[in-house]
């Protein structure tokens, strides 16, 4: 199985400041083949990234996802008071597992 | 417009058992597998399993391989997480979620449900 961990844990920003997240995987992840996910307290995940990359439909241009083999990294370049929330990363290289999850809080 | 609605909060005694539902509209029911992934409060997130509602192929993973039982009724496009004997552990929120498929049991998640959540206590 590969375990992903991300950081840091918690996150401490200003609106219009960027924000890093990194996800570290105990293995190289097949094709790249990692999402990025929002999560706001007492919502669904929001898929923002998939295929290590590509932004998914609707999700604004702020959000940029790179990285390849074991480490990947989402930036939010300008963070907006919307996107203090939860990020989690998933790789699906094989089967599927998720990170712990970074929170990003003002 | 692709959306999946959940059936609503859940309390349940130790023991008892349980079916919680997601019905999907927007899309092709049985041309997409549908997932569960579990949150327990305050936690991340664990993929369960997921069913490919044009047969009823069903994988799950390891940690809940005999724990839940996942079927679909396709004449109501609605999938289902089956519980026969429920423990205080399975105090969680369960997420639907419809899933991209890249081969075996891998893929992403792209529309989800708002969740249910199911307390056993």
């Known amino acids: 199985e590969i375990v992903l961990t991300q950081s840091p844990g918690t996150l401490s920003l200003s609106p219009g400041e960027r924000a890093t997240l990194s996800c570290r995987a105990s293995?190289?992840?097949?094709?790249?083949?990692v999402v990025w996910y929002q999560q706001k307290p007492g919502q669904a995940p929001r898929l923002l990234i998939y295929?290590?990359?590509f932004r998914a439909t609707g999700v604004p241009h702020r959000f940029g996802g790179s990285g390849s083999g074991t480490d990947f990294t989402l930036t939010i370049n300008g963070l907006e008071a919307e996107d203090f929330a939860v990020y989690f990363c998933?790789?699906?290289?094989?089967?599927?597992?998720f990170g712990g999850g970074t929170k990003i809080e003002v | 417009e692709v959306v999946l609605v959940q059936s609503g909060a859940e309390v349940k005694k130790p023991g008892e058992s349980l079916k919680i539902s997601c019905q999907v509209s927007g899309y092709t029911f049985t041309s997409f597998w549908t997932a569960w992934v579990r949150q327990m409060p305050g936690k991340g997130l664990e993929w369960m399993g997921m069913i490919w509602p044009g047969d009823a192929d069903t994988r799950y993973t390891p940690s809940f391989q005999g724990q839940v039982t996942i079927s679909a009724d396709k004449s109501i496009n609605t999938v289902y997480l089956h519980w026969a004997t429920l423990k205080a552990s399975d105090t969680a929120t369960y997420y639907c979620a419809r899933h991209i498929n890249y081969g075996g049991d891998s893929g992403y998640f792209d529309f989800w449900g708002p969740g249910t959540v199911v307390t056993v206590s």
């Open positions: 295929d290590a990359f």
């Open positions: 293995q190289s992840v097949p094709s790249d083949y």
């Open positions: 998933q790789q699906y290289g094989t089967s599927v597992t």
